[in-house]
């Protein structure tokens, strides 16, 4: 069985700074694939960083250049560390995995963290 198992969140003040870990347990050697989603009330849930194997990364535009996002070299843990935070980023955020290899074997398979709680007010 594999988890995804999140850390971090709650309350913070806008132009402050929060950060929040992810770690996988359970048969997994490495994920291809690591990243946040985050869902605000009324709203589709939105990609807001990945980072790959490869060290390649992705920010959403609204995020770019206030977060960033980090791997072990196992991509089984990813923290996404969030500044400058803004009201607007308020929403549950998603730990998500993509692309899993146990014992040399590869499943495309998508997991999911149960999501944590960042609210940014004043």
């Known amino acids: 069985q594999v988890r995804l198992v999140e850390s971090g969140g709650g309350l913070v003040q806008p132009g402050g700074s929060m950060r929040l870990s992810c770690a996988a347990s359970?048969?997994?050697?490495?994920?291809?694939?690591m990243g946040w989603y985050r869902q605000a009330p009324g709203t589709q849930r939105e990609l807001v960083a990945h980072i790959s194997r490869g060290g390649g990364t992705y920010f959403s535009d609204s995020v770019k250049g206030r977060f960033t996002i980090s791997g072990d070299n196992a991509m089984t843990t990813v923290v996404l560390q969030m500044n400058s935070l803004r009201p607007e980023d308020t929403a549950v955020y998603f730990c998500?995995?993509?692309?899993?290899?146990?014992?040399?074997?590869?499943?495309?398979?998508?997991?999911w963290g149960q999501g944590t709680q960042v609210t940014v007010s004043s």
């Open positions: 998500n995995a993509n692309g899993l290899w146990y014992s040399d074997t590869f499943s495309n398979t998508q997991y």
């Open positions: 359970g048969s997994i050697d490495r994920f291809n694939t």
